[in-house]
């Protein structure tokens, strides 16, 4: 069984700071792209930012340069580093781990998996 599970998620002013984790656990083998999406009150769930296996990383406009993504492949762990943050990053962010390989006896599967989301809220 996989699952992702987030934390870092809270409270924070406007210019504070926050960093989410995201760790897989189960049977992993491998994991191709590792990524945050997050998804404000009645608006679509959108990309904020994305990590490769090798380290390769893709950023929403909106946060290029505030926000960092990072993974540690021997923990599969994704962690996500927001800085600068503004009223409008409010929203719940969730973990996507694309083209994970977990064996279950000797077989092998590979799918895309998410997190249950972690609520993140910028307000003074």
């Known amino acids: 069984q996989v699952q992702l599970v987030e934390s870092g998620g809270g409270l924070v002013q406007p210019g504070g700071s926050l960093r989410l984790s995201c760790a897989a656990s ?3 083998f491998s ?23 090798r380290g390769s990383t893709n950023y929403a406009d909106s946060v290029e340069g505030r926000f960092t993504i990072s993974r540690d492949n021997t923990k599969n762990t994704v962690y996500l580093q927001m800085n600068s943050l503004k009223p409008e990053d409010t929203a719940v962010y969730y973990c996507n781990a694309e ?25 003074s």
């Open 99 to 123: 083209g994970l390989t977990y064996y279950r006896g000797t077989s092998a599967y590979t799918g895309d998996y998410w997190g249950q989301g972690t609520q993140v809220t910028v307000s």
């Open 31 to 53: 994991i191709d792209g590792m990524g945050w999406y997050r998804q404000a009150p009645g608006k679509q769930r959108e990309l904020v930012a994305r990590i490769t296996r």
């Open 26 to 28: 189960g049977s992993i």
